[in-house]
């Protein structure tokens, strides 16, 4: 409704020109400013396939997740577009460059300049959104962590599952102690933007990494084991196009200037990089001891996500067994 609103008040500032490439920031003129601001889509499309790790909790799974899935990448796409176009028509695309978090330039700063009380809806409406988004993390986070542990790739103790509500609960309490520790760690030691910023950063490089490594699996699956169902348009061009796409959005995130659009990280975002990069060697040093001492655990991890009904009896010790 705020977004239908600005639209109206811009009156003759609404242009179609805001979906080129002459409002630019500058020194990020043409495509390499649209390539230097995909890392902040990244970060707000990011989760969308959420929905995946909590199939085997849903009825007609292959149906539903698909439909959940898709469902909410076009439908924060649209939202998006909408609410982006509203603000920058409003606001002046050339001094969108300016538009922040907070302050004056921001949707609560605009709501409370130009129409009063109404920036409490805007403030609630933030709020929701956080909250929201904070459970959706912690669902996907618990639910993998529980599936991952059931097949004992993760702590077992992660399958944990709550007697009545049949939660994970020790996974969400490990999510909480983690998060919590995260947020307030760095926020204290620096300051809240800044925290979100490296928080932000490194969320983004992983994601980015993931996104690349399914447009390849993608692509690997179908040539090497369903090449009588390979179609290339689908199956080769559009992971290619993906890969393409993520790649400056990935070489920005982490700050290498390997493109004239890509600008450096200032510490301590910097860190960001450092900080994934211990997380994956991690990452490759738990896969080569499961690989030497339990390589089952490993080929369960095809079918980590089940499509089967989990059983309604409490498993033994609490935890569903592998």
Known sequence: MFAIWLIGKAGSANTLSVFGTSHTAKGYSGLGGVFAGSVYTVLAFAGFEAAAPLAEETRDPRRTMHRAVLGAALGIGLFYVLTTYAMTVYFGPDRFAGF?????ASWEGVARASFGLFWVLVFLAVVNSTIANANACATVSTRTAFALARIRVLPRVLATLHPRHRSPVVGIAVQTVVAVGAVLGLGLGYDPVTAFLLLATVIVTVVIGVYIVVNLACAGYFLR????????VRHLLVPLLGIVAFVPALLTAVGLPVFDFVTELTTPVSYAGPVVGVWMAAGVVVLLVLLRR???????TARVHLDETVPSGPPQNGAVQP
């Open 100 to 104: 922040g978090a907070s302050g004056a």
């Open 225 to 232: 084991r369903r090449r009588e169902l390979l179609k290339p």
């Open 294 to 300: 339990h390589p089952e655990r490993i080929a369960e």
